[in-house]
């Protein structure tokens, strides 16, 4: 059986999500990525899911990110990767999508005044996958580790990477991610790595 095809919840046309849902699904679309998967909607969403909607993955923004420069901005992001998980295990869905960083800094772009970082960077990340992981596992979901482009991640951006990250991690709660966006700006050849991903021990979504 094929994965289920879904759009995040904000874009189809609707006021609510039932009628956002339906849109989607007269678009051919199998059901929502969810933008907060937190058990605090679940008056919402049961409902939707008891009537056979699909929520397959969340895709939050959190206040914070893995890879984050500040100690407590990367804490809440595993804290809040932590209820969003348990919030898509609840529904019934696959995992919650998190890059190591989004939009915190870029030497590809104006003013390029790079923030304080540490050579920890890589450990710090490494324990975070690790922590989030182990939390997936244990509530029968993944972390789908999405690297970006150059533009909008300044530590991930290539599978790669990615893939020797989520290897290092050493959780099967950990998997990566292969967005084609990113994909088209940062891999030499896109249709090769898709026939052929890049060598990982942790298992590929």
Do not use: K
Request: hydrophobic share 40%; net charge negative; with cysteine.
């Amino acid at each position: 059986m094929p994965p289920p095809l879904a759009i995040q919840e904000h874009l189809p046309a609707g006021e609510t999500l039932a009628e956002r849902l339906a849109a989607a699904r007269a678009a051919g679309f199998d059901g929502l990525e969810l933008l907060d998967a937190d058990r605090s909607r679940a008056p919402e969403l049961e409902p939707l899911r008891r009537d056979g909607a699909r929520f397959p993955t969340a895709c939050p923004a959190l206040g914070g990110w893995l890879g984050d420069f500040d100690s407590a901005r990367r804490q809440r992001a595993v804290d809040g990767l932590r209820r969003q998980l348990d919030g898509v295990a609840a529904l019934g869905g696959h995992g919650v999508v998190s890059p190591a960083a989004w939009g915190m800094f870029t030497r590809r772009l104006p003013p390029f005044d790079e923030p304080p970082r540490t050579p920890e960077d890589r450990e710090v990340l490494l324990e975070g996958l690790a922590e989030v992981g182990a939390h997936a596992a244990a509530a029968g979901v993944v972390l789908l580790f999405e690297p970006l482009n150059r533009y909008e991640d300044h530590m991930v951006n290539t599978l790669a990477q990615g893939a020797e990250l989520t290897a290092a991690a050493g959780s099967p709660g950990v998997r990566l991610l292969a967005d084609t966006y990113h994909m088209n700006i940062e891999e030499d050849e896109l249709c090769g790595l898709c026939a052929r991903p890049p060598a990982c021990s942790a298992p590929s979504t």
